[in-house]
C-alpha cells in the first residue's frame, strides 16, 4: 500500500452513509446505537420513506477515517431490519439541504444590505409581517452557512434552522431495487 492510500486511510473526512430499513419502529435507536459504542459523532440525520415502497431511507452524515466507515456500514448493516447500508464521499452523489431564517421584518428594512445579502445568495423571502421576515435557502451546506454568516455579521437573524442532508447517487437506478431483486431471485432458487 502507498504511503497516499495509508494517509488516506487514517484521514478524517465528511462521509454520507445511506441506510435503507423496513419500516419498523426501533431501527432508529439500532442504527443510532452503532455510532455511540464506536463514539463517531452524527453530525446529520434525515429519515423519510424511499422510492421503493414500505422502505425507510436513512441519511446519515459523519467525519471519520475510511477504516472506520467501513466498519460502521458492516456493524449497520448486521441490524436483523435493515435491507443495505452505503457510504459516500461527496462526489459520488447529488446532495441538499434547506434552511429558514428569520429576521427582523424591521431591521431589514432599515438595511438595504439585508436584501441585497439575500438575493446574492439566491435565497427566497417567503413570508414577511410586521414582526419578521422569514427567508428560505436551498443548497449546499456551504452556501447556505455563508447566507447565514453574512446576515448574522449584520445582528439581523433571530432564528436559523437547517435541515439534514438529504441526498441521490449519481447512478441511474436505485442500488437497493437491484440488491432487492437479486435476494427475490436468490430465494427463488432455493
Do not use: W
Request: with cysteine; charged share 25%.
Amino acid at each position: 500500500m502507498s504511503q497516499d492510500n495509508l494517509q488516506n486511510e487514517s484521514s478524517t473526512r465528511l462521509y454520507t452513509i445511506l441506510v435503507y430499513s423496513e419500516n419498523i419502529a426501533g431501527v432508529l435507536n439500532q442504527i443510532t446505537a452503532v455510532f455511540t459504542r464506536r463514539q463517531v459523532n452524527i453530525e446529520s440525520l434525515n429519515v423519510s420513506a424511499s422510492s421503493t415502497p414500505g422502505v425507510h431511507k436513512y441519511t446519515i452524515t459523519c467525519y471519520c477515517t475510511l477504516e472506520m466507515v467501513k466498519m460502521l456500514k458492516s456493524q449497520i448493516e448486521k441490524r436483523i431490519d435493515v435491507l443495505q447500508a452505503r457510504y459516500f464521499e461527496d462526489e459520488d452523489i447529488f446532495l441538499r439541504e434547506t434552511s429558514l431564517l428569520k429576521i427582523s421584518t424591521p431591521a431589514m428594512l432599515e438595511n438595504p444590505d439585508v436584501c441585497n445579502i439575500v438575493r446574492q445568495h439566491g435565497a427566497s423571502i417567503v413570508e414577511v409581517n410586521p414582526t419578521y421576515a422569514a427567508i428560505e435557502k436551498t443548497g449546499q451546506t456551504d452556501e447556505i452557512l455563508s447566507l447565514f454568516e453574512a446576515l448574522n455579521s449584520l445582528g439581523v437573524v433571530r432564528q436559523f434552522a437547517r435541515s439534514g442532508r438529504i441526498c441521490i447517487t449519481r447512478g441511474t437506478r436505485e442500488q437497493l431495487d437491484d440488491y432487492l431483486a437479486e435476494r427475490e431471485k436468490e430465494r427463488e432458487e432455493k
